[in-house]
């Protein structure tokens, strides 16, 4: 005889699930912007601009990030960027700075 999980046969079970684990995963701050914007839902925008004295485009970029990456989009993310550009040297320079001195040597006064 099989034995079946606890959520079987219970639809959404095992996503409500997945999303109390994260939501017992988040930090502090990731639950208070979960929290303001319930309450911005549950009421409206500008009385929790009011309430929490926040921003109104801050309340909306957190509803966004809410949208766009789920509950995890409201935890602090690093400001630092992902990729940073590597300095490359000049190659075009350097080989033009070649291409005359081969070319066109460099005239002294003497010469002139």
């Not at 911005?40 to 921003?55: C, H, K, M, Q």
């Not at 966004?64 to 990729?83: A, D, Q, T, Y």
């Not at 075009?92 to 040597?105: E, G, H, Y």
């Amino acid at each position: 005889m099989r034995s079946q999980h606890i959520g079987h046969g219970l639809k959404g079970y095992y996503k409500m699930a997945s999303l109390a684990t994260k939501f017992l995963n988040m930090t502090k701050l990731a639950k208070k912007r979960l929290k303001v914007i319930n309450f911005a839902f549950s009421n409206n925008i500008p009385l929790a601009v009011e309430a929490y004295g926040l921003s109104k485009s801050t309340i909306y970029r957190w509803i966004r990030l809410c949208h766009e990456f789920g509950i995890s989009g409201l935890e602090n993310r690093s400001r630092v960027p992902i990729r940073t550009i590597s300095r490359k040297d000049n190659w075009d320079r350097m080989i033009v700075n070649l291409f005359l001195t081969i070319v066109m040597p460099i005239t002294s006064v003497e010469k002139i």
